[in-house]
Structure formats: C-alpha cells, structure tokens
C-alpha cells in the first residue's frame, strides 16, 4: 500500500478520533463539540491525517474548518435544499454516465473523496447510496459513449476520481482509448489540495503515456488560498509540468469566500502558479448546505467588484447551476425581476427556464 492509500486507511473518520487527535498535537481548543455526533451520523467526516495537521496550523474559525469540520446547521430540519441540486438523474444515461452537455459527458466511477465536504452538492448521493454511484458492468457505459460520436470529452468526477488505483485509472484510458471519438480527458479533484502525495510518478507516467492519445485537463477544487499547505503547492509546481492543463473551479461559499479579497488572492495565486481560474459556482441549494448558500444579488456585487480587482483573463466564469438540470448558466446572462428573486435563466440552446430562489 502506497503512502497515500495509508492515508485514506488511516484518515480521521468521525468526532472522537478528531478531538483525539487535537489533543495529541496540543490544540485541544480545536476539538469538537461532542453533540455534534448527531451530524456525523449522516454526513460522515472524513479527513486525512497528513490534511488534517495542515488545519490544525489555522485557527478552529479558519476557512479550512468552516469547509470540512461537522456543523450542526447540516441536520436541521430544513425543506429547502435539494437531494439533487442541479438535476443530475435527469441526465443519467448510462451507468455512472452524465450526459447533459452534447459534446462532454461526466462519468462517476467512484463515490470515494479524499475529504468529505460539508457543502458538497453530492453530499445526500455520496454518502447515501444513489441510483447515480450503482456499481455497473462498464461494457454498457462503453456502448453508450460508442453510440453517440457527438462526445468527445469524458470527465472523471464522483467522487474524486484521483482517489482511484493508478491501475484503475490506466484500465479506463485503456478502455475509452478504443473509442475513436473521445478526444479530451478531464479529471475533477481535490486531491492535489487536499492529498497532494497521491500525485505519484506512477501517475505521472499514466498521464504521459495516454498523452499521445488523449488531451487531458486537470480541474481543481479550491475555494480559498489558505487551504493549501507547504506539501500542497511543492506538488502544485511539480505538475504544472506533466502534459495536462490545469484549471481551477471554486464554489463561492457564504463564511468561507464570500469577500473579494478572498478570491482575488485566489485566483491570482492559482494564475501564477499556472493554474487558469476557469469556473467560479454559485452555491448549489443542497439538502444540509443551505448556510452556505446566499442570494445570487450578494454574489453577483462580489463577482463585479472582482472584475474591478484582478485581469480579466485571471477571472474565471461565474455560473449557476440551477436543480432543473439545464446546465450552467453564466451569471451575466440571468435576468432579475428588481426586488425579488425570480429569475429567468438563459439556457446554452436559448430556452428561458424560471428560477425562483428560496432565501430564509
Ligand atoms: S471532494 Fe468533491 S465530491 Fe468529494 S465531498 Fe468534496 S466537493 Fe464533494
């Protein structure tokens, strides 16, 4: 077992092992409040120890903490949230397969993070077993993308996709190398933040070889520039190098960066370090992440304000992905009823769907 497959094993797991650990390393302040093991019951915790001493070099109300320590907002009883928040099983085509934009599908070949996120828009499907995780025979996955040339990118999300074996990951380039159409590979992760040695040179190597067949992206989930360590960014610079291009996405999350010096010093840093800010979400409307969420009016004067701030080909696109399932929208193209919020959302194909946001 390689060392960060010994960090998955070996992860924080659940309250009782976090206070634990807080009070081994001397900052007992950052321990749990223990009535909070009602929240883990149904969204676990899930931290790697080596991201954990990263965290606990910040304060208990850093950022960092407010993403990935248990909250008691999580289980209370709310009807606003989504199961589904952006309609994922309405484009559920194939096993583990997405198919809502013509050219690109998402593929989910796993349910495992190397954290657990407490906003995450997948939290009531990761961690409760849905239609959308079904283990399948990936012949059938296969068939579909055959039957439909007009696909020529394959994401791999989930999950995280890099938390897979580098065998795993070899076998599914191999197997989606056979068909002609594919031409671009992306990979969604958290890894290279959160689990930064899990970027191996066996990995390296995969990558490499698949290269000459496959133009792959790499698109990482970051949020805040405080969430990365020392380890994190000496492998940041490192696979700056490898032959794939790296892009960011971030949510924007009401407590943890919703101010505009936050994701200015973001998506500065991620430029330099070659990263190009590509998607900035607004919050999903997840069942136990509504206090994450906050109007689209509040995000829209921060997204302005940040156009003010940094160049514009540093600023990534700032999207809504509304529970109908239509897809992405850019934030520029939603018409606002003034003093409300409903809104109309231009979809990619020029339909008008209506939104209305529910805002306690
Ligand atoms: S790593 Fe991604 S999929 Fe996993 S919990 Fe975090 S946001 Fe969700």
């Not at 499907?125 to 439909?148: C, G, V």
Request: proline share 6%; net charge neutral; with cysteine.
């Amino acid at each position: 077992m390689s060392h960060w497959q010994e960090q998955i094993k070996y992860a924080i797991k659940d309250l009782g092992s976090w206070n634990h650990f807080c009070e081994e390393n001397n900052k007992s302040e950052q321990k749990i409040d223990p009535s909070l093991e009602s929240v883990e019951k149904k969204y676990p915790l899930f931290i790697p120890q080596s991201y954990a001493h990263h965290m606990l070099s910040l304060s208990k109300q850093s950022p960092i903490h407010k993403q990935f320590i248990l909250n008691a907002s999580e289980i209370k009883s709310s009807t606003q949230g989504y199961i589904d928040p952006i309609g994922d099983q309405l484009h559920l085509k194939a096993p583990q397969i997405i198919h809502r934009y013509e050219n690109r599908v998402l593929f989910l070949p796993t349910q495992i993070c190397p954290i657990n996120c407490r906003y995450c828009f997948r939290k009531n499907e990761i961690h409760h077993d849905q239609e959308i995780f079904k283990k399948a025979n990936l012949d059938s996955s296969i068939d579909y993308l055959q039957n439909h040339p007009e696909i020529k990118e394959i994401i791999f999300s989930g999950g995280d996709p890099l938390i897979l074996s580098n065998k795993k990951i070899n076998y599914y380039l191999e197997c989606f190398s056979s068909i002609k159409h594919i031409q671009y590979i992306r990979f969604h992760s958290r890894v290279p933040v959160v689990l930064p040695e899990r970027l191996d040179d066996e990995l390296k190597e995969i990558i490499e070889k698949w290269s000459s067949r496959f133009s792959f992206h790499l698109a990482i989930h970051t949020n805040h520039w405080l969430e990365w360590s020392k380890p994190g960014l000496t492998q940041l610079r490192k696979i700056q190098f490898w032959p794939w291009q790296l892009l960011s996405q971030s949510v924007l999350l009401k407590g943890v960066n919703n101010d505009v010096h936050s994701l200015q010093e973001l998506f500065t840093h991620l430029y330099n370090f070659k990263v190009r800010p590509y998607y900035l979400h607004h919050p999903d409307l997840v069942a136990g992440g509504e206090f994450y969420y906050m109007s689209l009016d509040e995000g829209r004067k921060i997204y302005s304000q940040l156009r003010d701030l940094i160049p514009t080909w540093c600023l990534p696109h700032y999207v809504i992905d509304p529970p109908t399932g239509v897809g992405k929208s850019i934030i520029g193209q939603v018409l606002t009823e003034k003093g409300s919020h409903k809104h109309q959302i231009l979809s990619r194909k020029g339909n008008i769907y209506h939104h209305v946001e529910i805002i306690s």
